[in-house]
């Protein structure tokens, strides 16, 4: 095991998204023997000292071997050493086999390690990859951290010596798919809980998991034929740290930690509950929108259009990057499954956000599903995440990808700028020849639904295998109202969430029962298929 090269940095501003974005991920090797202080190599500057700055994220590891890996996963053969933003390229000390809290002879310092490395988004400038967040924890290969226990010099070609062993013995890419995988066993959260060196965000991350399964909360039954808990109770501040303009009425948010740690991962095709200070005299609103980014980034992405309602209207016109909101733990039962069956993933509009989620986690699967992707909207200027959703189709070499506009504009030509002109009907999806065993998703209005179930069937495809997301008003109740908040909705008691309905209200002495507060918001309730968890 030895040191291959030392890279250092300094922060510049680079354009992502339109936006302006100051980052130090570009690193660069340099020769001679180099200076360690207490919180980073001399020479090198961290941009974002929340998220990889401090004690205990002094220098970034990342190894050859990787870099041999990715070369030939990406055809990427230019990939130069510090390109991952890494301080010291080694040989050795691969992700499987370092285990935190392990300690090294370096040179003259001694160094500890405590934790895997922060999946950022930068990563994705550096490599010219958005999902690379993503790849480098679906791969086992994220890279870790070190904390400086001993200041002194270290030069390229040093040797590595291993000077004592972390307790418990976990390796940094199990403590990574602890936290970004969607299975938490109680005991290894306790063990890596046990681990005195890992840094204070993950202990937090793991802590709050494991609180939440002590609790014995746990998410909706149906969640891909498994119970998962919920990350954390009730909401939590999250800060945004990004807005994007993704068409003409919808922009997308970027939360993170506001102390710089790690967001536990979701499923593909989850929702966040959103706590809105937009109600009547100061009370809060919530409205659950669909996570769009992809799954192990450590950070979420939500989208929102523009609809004139208080709640699109307060985070289209009254927050900026900086703002904190109130956020639920991902939640839903509407996610994409482990098979390996084709996919179909319909949505129309604003519906196409949890799908985007799931072509997130498709692209970096390890088995390649074959993937259809049938998007409908109404014409370019409202066609969301289009370059975004371009760049993963054309990285997944089973894939097929159809764009409907209902009134397109007289300069865009169909089959140049779109594929098809008009709206979704029976014999479209005839013509498409989807395949009678694969998995269709659909989400959109309750219309677009119900219609499309119906052809799908005629089609062929079998009606267990849809599953579906509604947006927009829930399908009227038996009466023939569409849910909505009640006309007296003057409580003062807690926040109840109907999370199907996507409705909210503070509760009321006026009902006696919660069936009636249901009634009162015309909302058809199923009590067979009820679970606590769909009332929150």
């Known amino acids: 095991m030895k040191v291959v090269s030392v890279n250092i940095g300094v922060p510049r501003k680079v354009q992502i998204n339109g936006q302006e974005v100051e980052t130090a991920i570009f690193k660069s090797p340099v020769e001679g023997r180099i200076k360690v202080g207490k919180l980073n190599v001399e020479g090198d500057v961290q941009a974002d000292k929340a998220a990889h700055g401090g004690e205990h994220r002094a220098l970034m590891i990342y190894q050859k071997e990787s870099y041999e890996y990715w070369r030939r996963e990406l055809n990427r053969q230019e990939l130069a050493y510090g390109q991952f933003g890494e301080n010291l390229t080694v040989t050795g000390l691969a992700d499987e086999e370092v285990c935190i809290g392990d300690r ?21 400038i550096s490599i010219g990859v958005p999902e690379m967040p993503a790849l480098l924890v679906a791969r086992r290969r994220p890279g870790f951290y070190f904390r400086v226990l001993e200041e002194g010099e270290l030069t390229a070609g040093d040797e590595i010596i291993k000077i ?10 199990d403590v990574d798919g602890l936290l970004y995988s969607a299975d938490h066993p109680l005991e290894k959260l306790l063990k ?25 909360l746990k998410g909706n039954a149906g969640l891909a034929g498994r119970t998962l808990p919920l990350a954390w109770n009730g909401f939590r501040s999250l800060k945004i740290t990004q807005i994007v303009k993704e068409s003409t009425d919808v922009l997308s948010f970027r939360l993170e930690d506001i102390n710089g740690g790690h967001l536990p991962a979701f499923k593909a095709g989850q929702h966040l509950a959103v706590k809105i200070p937009a109600g009547a005299n100061g009370t809060p609103i919530i409205r659950m929108y669909s996570l769009c980014g992809p799954v192990n980034t450590g950070y979420y992405r939500i989208a929102v259009k523009l609809e004139g309602g208080p709640g699109s209207t307060y985070l289209h016109r009254e927050i900026s990057a900086g703002s904190e909101l109130q956020v639920s733990a991902p939640r839903g039962n509407f996610i994409l499954s482990d098979s390996e069956s084709p996919v179909v993933l319909l949505s129309a509009g604003v519906g196409i956000t949890p799908m985007l989620g799931m072509l997130h986690a498709l692209s970096i699967a390890e088995v390649q599903r074959k993937v259809y992707w049938i998007h409908s909207a109404q014409d370019s200027d409202h066609h969301s995440f289009t370059a975004e959703v371009k760049s993963l189709i054309n990285k997944m070499h089973t894939s097929r990808s159809v764009s409907i506009y209902s009134r397109p504009m007289a300069a865009y030509l169909e089959g140049r700028n779109y594929d098809i002109k008009g709206r979704l009907t029976t014999d479209i999806i005839k013509q498409l020849e989807l395949p009678a065993g694969g998995e269709c998703y659909i989400c959109g209005p309750a219309g677009y639904i119900r219609d499309l179930t119906d052809w799908l069937v005629q089609n062929g495809i079998v009606r267990e295998q849809i599953f579906t997301e509604l947006f927009g008003d829930e399908q009227p109740a038996p009466g023939g109202k569409a849910p909505h908040a009640p006309v007296n909705d003057s409580g003062t008691g807690p926040i109840i969430t109907f999370s199907k309905s996507k409705i909210s209200m503070k509760w009321s002495e006026q009902y006696h029962s919660l069936l009636e507060a249901v009634e009162a918001c015309d909302s058809a309730l199923n009590v067979t298929k009820y679970h606590s968890q769909d009332c929150k």
Do not use: H
């Open 192 to 216: 890596a809980l046990n681990i005195p060196a890992l840094s204070g965000g993950w202990q937090s991350s793991f802590r709050e998991l494991a609180d939440a399964l002590k609790s014995g």
């Open 164 to 173: 004592a062993a972390g307790p418990e013995g976990m390796s940094v890419a």
């Open 104 to 124: 090294y002879r370096i040179g003259t310092c001694l160094f500890e390690v405590t934790q895997p490395r922060v999946t950022c988004f930068k990563v994705g």
